[in-house]
């Protein structure tokens, strides 16, 4: 490996982003703004786990049941709706406690993009249902625990990925706007 240069050996330690940030900018970027890509970043990351965990609790009960899909359409369909929300939540609590040993023993950012693509796999395997005519509540049950497990890995790689951004002393730090 001796053809390659101290820089380029350097530059490949970087994230991929990094690097592609400083290559459109043609000069390296500050810590700061590493630190605000970041916390925006970060932010984003999460509000799109909590969008994927809300639409189908959110729409269930007025397209499912509304419509009558079976098997939500029958006199006991509220209730199975109930216990789809059950085993996501249950899921989600069992997953919590595990991902956050998870979230500090990998690396994070393979743990928040594989619980970013297992939300949105799992999210959109819910309206495939649909489309595939699918009427069986174990499928429905299966997909939100599943969804359940891969969304629980959002606070707990979000808020460790912030913090190793932020140091302990701006933790504490109390900002006041206009006194």
Known sequence: MAFFSDQYRLDRKK??????????????????????????????????FHAARKTTSVDQKR????????????????????????????????????SGHFADRMSLR????????GSGLFASLFGVAYWANIHNFYYFLAVQMLAGLFQSTGWPSAVAVVGNWFGKRKRKTRIYLNG
């Open 63 to 98: 397209v499912m049941a509304g419509s009558g899909w079976a098997p939500f359409n029958g006199s006991d369909g509220s209730s199975l709706l109930g216990e789809l929300d059950l085993a996501f939540l249950t899921a989600y609590a069992f997953g919590m406690y595990f």
């Open 110 to 117: 393979i743990i928040l993009a594989a619980g970013m693509i």
């Open 15 to 48: 994230p991929s982003g990094s690097r592609l940030l400083e290559y459109m900018k043609k000069a390296p970027v500050s810590f700061k703004a590493h630190q605000a890509i970041v916390l925006n970043a970060t932010f984003f990351a999460y509000a799109s």
